[in-house]
């Protein structure tokens, strides 16, 4: 191969200039303290030579600079004048994922009793929910954690809050929109259920989305011997599918203390073996409702998660029971109203792709101080015992994907027949999502 006279004579030059360089640095020594001697003229290069060079050397980067310019990087002025550009913009530890949950659905029923607002509720295909997820370190004082809603119908912020990260005395403060941590299921978000659907005690007693409210939440881990967690939190009352035994729809705004909704909540975590952990939890909620003045409502739960998972040998499997019982109190105009509602699930994990789990749910209707059962302004249908009992089987073809086939019996004691319906859910996550809680 012949290469271009100017590219031999710009090699040669960076050849020459680099033993140039060599050799005046041998020459010379820290403690000399004299310049280097010049190059003596009969160096083996004419002048005519040496300005063949250099003008070689020019037209070469003059065609490099064409083909290849500097990129120069985008940059916006702030109001505080400062320049902003992806230089100083620092993203590390950012969390951020979509979850796609869809799911085709068949109901016996006309009108199924669906009360969760992520539940199929429709015959044939529906959208549960698009929801991106967002978590990071703000600074070394706050954490931002953020769950965006799409659906079919617009765009919903879920969940959008700043956590302390450095408060002492195993201190820890939120302030934003959160779901409020009253027992199990309420504060956790769809891809972390064991089934395609919430309970419905959770959609009757709190309402579809769960309780969640703007506000702030303190909790505290105390120096127990054992784990102990104290919670409290002071958020807003009202929210048509939030706030549903509260104010609900109604938006008469704040005119004082009570008017908010306040949370409260015990933890206790208690390691039985290697293998086995208990969690037990103790839940209180106070809050307005709109039936009268100053009535309120009351509602208390406890919830209890048996893990048992063997850390030793090569095993994948994983059972898990869980339960969760609400009692409800509401004052209304003479009297006061009450009732429970809760469920039990057992699931197995019995393989690194297969698990399978059966759920069994209760509720009661209504009832008044006297002991009969009421006309409950909130759910005027709900005149007996309801009980539904689901099954499923879940597989994961990979960590980022899972499919779920669901079937289940609704017995509402109004209705004249069970309720049966079959899910078959797909989820899909893209992108890094942060670890759940225990």
């Not at 109001?79 to 659905?105: E, K, Q």
């Not at 009360?115 to 967002?134: R, V, W, Y």
């Not at 006061?336 to 789990?357: E, I, K």
């Not at 073809?397 to 209705?415: C, I, K, N, V, Y």
Request: glycine letters at 8%; proline letters at 7%; aromatic letters at 10%.
């Amino acid at each position: 191969m012949v290469f271009p006279s100017c590219c031999r004579l710009a090699g040669f030059a960076v050849f020459l200039s680099c033993c140039l360089t060599l050799s005046a640095s041998a020459q010379t020594s820290p403690d000399a303290g004299t310049p280097p001697e010049e190059p003596a003229p009969d160096a083996g290069l004419s002048a005519e030579e040496l300005k063949e060079i250099e003008a070689a050397l020019g037209q070469d980067a003059a065609a490099d600079a064409h083909d290849h310019p500097a990129p120069t990087p985008p940059a916006s002025s702030s109001p505080s004048g400062v320049t902003l550009s992806p230089t100083n913009i620092d993203f590390h530890g950012l969390n951020l994922a979509f979850i796609l949950d869809v799911a085709a659905a068949a109901f016996t029923s006309k009108e199924p009793l669906q009360t969760g607002g992520h539940d199929p509720t429709a015959k044939g295909f529906n959208l549960q929910q698009l929801e991106l997820s967002i978590n990071t370190a703000v600074d070394p004082y706050f954490r931002f954690d953020g769950n965006i809603v799409f659906s079919q119908f617009g765009v919903e912020i879920e969940e959008a809050y700043a956590t302390t990260t450095n408060l002492p005395a195993n201190l820890q403060l939120r302030a934003g929109q959160f779901l409020t941590r009253f027992g199990r299921i309420n504060p956790t978000h769809p891809h972390s259920w064991e089934f395609v659907d919430q309970p419905f005690a959770i959609g009757r007693v709190f309402g579809g989305e769960g309780n969640r409210g703007l506000g702030v939440e303190a909790s505290w881990l105390t120096p127990l011997p054992w784990y102990v967690e104290l919670l409290g939190s002071v958020t807003d009352a009202s929210g048509e599918a939030t706030a549903r035994s509260f104010l609900g729809a109604n938006t008469s705004g704040v005119t004082s203390p009570l008017d908010f909704q306040f949370t409260g909540m015990v933890k206790q975590f208690f390691p039985l073996s290697d293998d086995l952990s208990l969690l037990w939890g103790l839940s209180a909620a106070n809050g307005p409702n709109p039936t009268g003045y100053h009535n309120r409502t009351d509602v208390f739960g406890t919830d209890v998660y048996l893990k048992f998972r063997p850390l030793t040998g090569a095993s994948f499997t994983q059972v898990a029971l869980q339960a969760e019982l609400l009692y409800r109190r509401r004052q209304v105009p003479e009297d006061v109203l009450s009732d429970l509602s809760g469920y039990a699930q057992l699931s197995w994990r019995f393989d690194q792709r297969w698990a399978t789990a059966a759920r069994y749910e209760l509720g009661t209707p209504a009832r008044d101080q006297d002991g009969a059962v009421a006309n409950d302004p909130l759910d005027n249908e709900w005149t007996d015992n309801r009980q539904r009992i689901s099954a499923n089987v879940t597989f994961w073809p990979t960590e980022f994907s899972r499919l779920r086939l669901q079937g289940a019996t609704d017995l509402a004691g109004w209705r004249d027949r069970p309720d049966y319906s079959v899910f078959l859910a797909l989820e899909v996550v893209m992108g890094a999502h942060g670890a759940h809680a225990f």
